[in-house]
């Protein structure tokens, strides 16, 4: 059965960097899985903020975080990386990753949160002004 981990969240000055990793537990490869990775600030709704597709790398971002955070995976380790940069304290939150099951197609396309099914406890980020 799939299990995700999260880790890397802290206490950050805005500006700062911090990396969170996702590391899967599988008994077989991600490779036809989508895994996302979701903000939600205190008080509001989950929101996809990246997506990486195991199969060929290719990756979404929302428009918040673009230019600022970077998704990566290491397939020999299972894990997906999210690097930010010039944090702000808008993304203060928990951020889950997520996992996805799309076959032959991306889910990063459409990147829905209902086509997400298995999900990490996630990390606690906290961005101070």
């Known amino acids: 059965q799939l299990q995700l981990v999260e880790s890397g969240g802290g206490l950050v000055q805005a500006g700062g960097s911090l990396r969170l990793s996702c590391a899967a537990s599988?008994?077989?490869?991600?490779?036809?899985?989508?895994i996302g990775w979701f903000h939600q600030a205190p008080g509001k709704e989950r929101e996809g903020i990246s997506c990486?597709?195991?199969?060929?790398?290719?990756?979404a971002y929302a428009d918040s975080v673009k230019a600022r955070f970077t998704i990566s995976r290491d397939n020999a380790k299972n894990t997906v990386y999210l690097q930010m940069t010039s944090l702000k304290p808008e993304d203060t939150g928990v951020y889950y990753c997520a996992a996805g099951f799309g076959g032959m197609f991306s889910l990063c396309a459409l990147f829905e949160r209902a086509d997400f099914g298995t999900w990490g406890q996630g990390t606690q980020v906290t961005v101070s002004s």
């Open positions: 599988i008994g077989t490869a991600l490779e036809y899985y989508s």
């Open positions: 990486i597709s195991i199969r060929d790398g290719k990756t």
